[in-house]
């Protein structure tokens, strides 16, 4: 589970979108909370873009444990 964020496809015609050279960033990370939005930004290699809308299942614990890198991370960092 250490690093990685689970993203689905809102749309599912939006996979085939992706091409295997593009750049991508995700708009909206800093900000990632229960229910919160991100927006996957693909920039293919003809310079044009494009912008996906995903969506995530992550809970307060599991947000918790992405920011802090990991599960075990936040253990350590919560420990008393």
């Given at each position: 589970k250490q690093g990685m964020l689970p993203l689905n496809f809102v749309n599912p015609a939006d996979?085939?979108?992706v091409r295997p050279?593009?750049?991508?960033d995700l708009l909206g990370?800093?900000?990632l909370a229960e229910?919160?939005?991100?927006?996957l930004r693909l920039h293919h290699k003809d310079g044009s873009t494009?912008?996906?809308p995903p969506s995530h299942t992550f809970n307060a614990g599991q947000l918790s444990?992405?920011?802090?890198?990991s599960a075990l991370n936040f253990m350590a960092q919560n420990k008393k």
């Amino acid at each position: 589970k250490q690093g990685m964020l689970p993203l689905n496809f809102v749309n599912p015609a939006d996979y085939d979108k992706v091409r295997p050279d593009d750049k991508v960033d995700l708009l909206g990370i800093k900000e990632l909370a229960e229910g919160s939005k991100v927006t996957l930004r693909l920039h293919h290699k003809d310079g044009s873009t494009e912008d996906i809308p995903p969506s995530h299942t992550f809970n307060a614990g599991q947000l918790s444990w992405f920011k802090a890198g990991s599960a075990l991370n936040f253990m350590a960092q919560n420990k008393k």
